[in-house]
């Protein structure tokens, strides 16, 4: 299909210092919870992004100094002759397919625990680190700033040696040269602290050195959190971050526009934050300096992209997640193909496995992070060795990305879904506060399943057995999903409670299917992740008082991980809720919910109007179990988990079925001994 002209500003090429970018699209650095110990699964991820059509692929921060590591979180190295070596592959990768590769120059500064290493942590001032634990960290004297000036240069050096086109000075996300930019952690008494040009001297100095080392062949970008979002006190886009752009804007040759002081606001979640979220910040920058300006803003939207550059906001389109979501987005808006694009959710489930120091996922794109080690590409299927007949049975996200998958490897697939609509558990989830973008889970993968003729889709078809036996399908794949429990067990309880029904007692099923509430209520968490405070918004929204019991210590516990846990707990407490943190359910009696402290075990009674559990879940397997002919399990129907997990499940099973298990051991990342280490095997019998 031929390409939209309106989109065609998208594809022109745009000149970044001394090298020429081929398109708009260019994927700003992002974690991959990868590093430096898995670097086969990186080079083969930017490489794939690179031919999914981002003119600019960039790595993940890479650290110029053993004093900056953040371990056990993955991150990439420049400290020696090795590290070039290794990362000349991922550039080279990335230049293979005609893109520009850029590398982000990294100093964590009071961030970097350097357990690792066991470097002492620097900082502008002495004090406490910002990370909790018995240690602090080093003011930085003179000397000290004179060396990590000598590691930048070496570092820059190293990533021109490298074949990296664009070399970032990171002054964004609260690392070291945005420490001594913020007044609220440089309060220095010499030339780098006190006014304003003091505390920008580092970012200025930084900038320079990387121009006089390396800007005759790369590009000097500059990442910069223009608003702390720490108010008056720090660095605000109205204050010093205009002062900056103003002070220092035709410095280097690309300004990428971050914000906040941590991740969690810079790759803030849909359902905190809409697309193009940060456009203001982007746009008064723009106004500032003639330098081309990149910004994230979960782009997925042709249309809203055109929109940056011709209303002038940036000349880039800057994206992170939309780009882990569907690496092949340049390419599909290229080619005609706008509507295949798999638009990013907005979950933050890839922010997840970097912070809990896993390699890269993606809940829209099951094949994120498994470019090398399954050998799995996005957009490319292997044909099934023999094609069959393959039913299908449930249409929530497993039962959908499983029929898509089977449909393009050659598969005669029928999907049966009990309900009137596809989607399952993100029809109902989509339905909270903020959720709405998780449609797309469903809405892509519909919309690819209605193109393909080999593939029936049949509504209200609660099938059963007799029904599965009667179709006679090569395979069938049971897809059901899960319920939430009313037996209390949970994350802290490992056997069910004895609880009586009652008609004040309520699962999550029960809300989604309409039940009726009216009164307080009490809501017990023992899941941990969005739901319980979800629910807790929709009904505090709804003008019910809430009270929200959990063992854990803070509402949404686990969504520390997708960085929005301070988001969702402000909002709720900014709402009305009221908290009662460590708690244990014990038993339920009547009206009332007996939990234990968990820590002094001291009881406490909690009546209620109404309760609503949230708690474990249970595998809908009924069908399965009943059935006399083998099926597959998939999904939340094998084991209840995210809808992450859930779409990988259909895919893998799909990409694997009939295919020769010894072809479907993953490889891993080895590390390996030193070359000159002899070993037998038989040495050790
Ligand atoms: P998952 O996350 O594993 O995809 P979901 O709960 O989202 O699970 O989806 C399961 C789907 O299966 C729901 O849409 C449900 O209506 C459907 N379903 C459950 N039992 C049957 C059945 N016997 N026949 C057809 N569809 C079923
Ligand atoms: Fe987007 Fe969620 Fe995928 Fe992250 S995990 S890229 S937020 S869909």
Redesign the pocket.
């Known amino acids: 299909m031929a390409r939209n002209p309106r989109y065609d500003v998208l594809f022109e090429p745009v000149q970044i210092g001394p090298v020429s970018a081929p398109n708009r699209f260019y994927q700003t650095p992002h974690a991959t919870g990868m590093g430096n110990m898995m670097p086969n699964s990186s080079v083969a991820l930017r490489a794939l992004k690179a031919e999914g059509g981002w003119g600019v692929v960039c790595t993940e921060y890479c650290s110029i100094h053993p004093s900056s590591d953040e371990t056990p979180y993955a991150y990439l190295s420049l400290w020696d002759d090795e590290d070039t070596l290794q990362l000349a592959a991922t550039s080279k990768a990335i230049h293979a397919h005609g893109s520009l590769a850029g590398i982000e120059l990294w100093h964590g500064g009071s961030h970097s625990n350097n357990r690792g290493t066991r470097e002492v942590a620097l900082a502008p001032m002495a004090g406490s680190a910002k990370y909790i634990g018995p240690t602090q960290v080093k003011g930085m004297d003179l000397t000290d700033i004179d060396r990590f000036r000598g590691w930048h240069r070496d570092a820059a050096l190293r990533a021109q040696q490298a074949g990296f086109d664009i070399v970032y000075v990171y002054a964004g996300h609260d690392y070291l040269p945005f420490q001594f930019l913020s007044p609220l952690s440089n309060q220095r008494q010499d030339q780098y602290g006190g006014s304003f040009e003091n505390r920008a001297r580092l970012l200025r100095e930084l900038i320079e050195d990387t121009r006089e080392a390396i800007g005759d062949r790369c590009a000097v970008a500059v990442r910069l959190a223009i608003d702390e979002l720490h108010g008056d006190h720090g660095v605000t886009s109205s204050g010093d971050g205009r002062r900056i752009i103003e002070y220092l804007g035709e410095l280097p040759d690309l300004w990428d526009i971050a914000l906040g002081g941590s991740l969690g606001n810079d790759s803030c979640s849909s359902r905190f934050s809409s697309e193009g979220y940060q456009e203001q910040y982007a746009s008064e920058v723009k106004s500032l300096t003639s330098k081309p300006v990149v910004n994230v803003g979960r782009f997925t939207s042709p249309d809203t992209m055109v929109g940056q550059i011709k209303r002038g906001v940036q000349d880039f389109i800057g994206a992170a997640r939309p780009s882990i979501a569907d690496p092949f987005l340049p390419h599909k808006i290229s080619q005609g193909r706008e509507d295949e694009i798999r638009e990013c959710i907005g979950c933050n489930i890839c922010r997840s496995a970097n912070n809990e120091g896993s390699p890269l996922r993606c809940t829209q794109n099951p094949t994120m992070g498994e470019e090398w080690r399954r050998g799995w590409h996005p957009e490319n299927f292997k044909p099934a060795n023999q094609p069959a007949s393959m039913l299908v049975?449930?249409?929530?996200?497993?039962?959908?990305e499983a029929a898509l998958t089977l449909g393009k490897r050659g598969h005669q697939v029928t999907l049966?879904?009990?309900?009137s609509v596809?989607?399952?558990?993100?029809v109902r989830e989509s339905s909270l506060p903020g959720l709405q973008n998780w449609i797309r889970v469903r809405d892509y993968r519909t919309y690819m399943l209605g193109q393909m003729e080999n593939v029936d889709i049949y509504l209200d078809?609660?099938?059963?057995t007799a029904d599965i036996e009667e179709f006679a399908a090569d395979a069938v794949v049971i897809?059901?999903?899960?319920y939430w429990r009313r037996d209390g067990l949970g994350a802290s309880v490992s056997s069910p409670l004895s609880i009586r029904e009652n008609h004040n007692l309520f699962t999550p099923d029960d809300i989604f299917n309409g039940a009726s509430i009216s009164g307080d209520i009490l809501i017990y968490d023992d899941d941990h992740y969005m739901m319980a405070g979800a629910l807790a918004e929709m009904f505090l929204a709804a003008g019910h008082k809430v009270r929200y019991v959990s063992p854990a210590t803070t509402v949404s516990s686990w969504t520390a991980m997708t960085d929005e846990q301070d988001f969702i707990q402000s909002k709720l407490l900014s709402m009305g809720l009221s908290t009662s943190f460590s708690q244990k359910i014990d038993k339920i009696v009547e009206n009332c919910m007996y939990t234990n402290c968990i820590h002094s075990e001291k009881p406490i009674q909690h009546t209620f109007e109404n309760l609503v559990l949230v708690t474990g879940r249970e595998s809908?397997d009924r069908?399965f179990r009943e059935l006399n002919v083998p099926a597959f399990r998939?999904?939340?129907?094998l084991v209840p988990s995210s809808?992450a997990d859930?779409v990988y499940?259909?895919h893998k099973f799909a990409r694997e079925y009939d295919e020769d298990p010894v072809s479907l051991i993953a490889k891993r990342e080895r590390a390996l001994l030193q070359p000159n280490t002899t070993l037998h095997l038989e040495d050790q019998a």
């Open positions: 049975i449930g249409g929530g996200p497993a039962g959908l049966a879904e009990a309900s596809l989607g399952g558990r993100v078809s609660n099938l059963s897809a059901t999903g899960c809908n069908v998939i999904g939340d129907c809808i859930a499940s259909g």
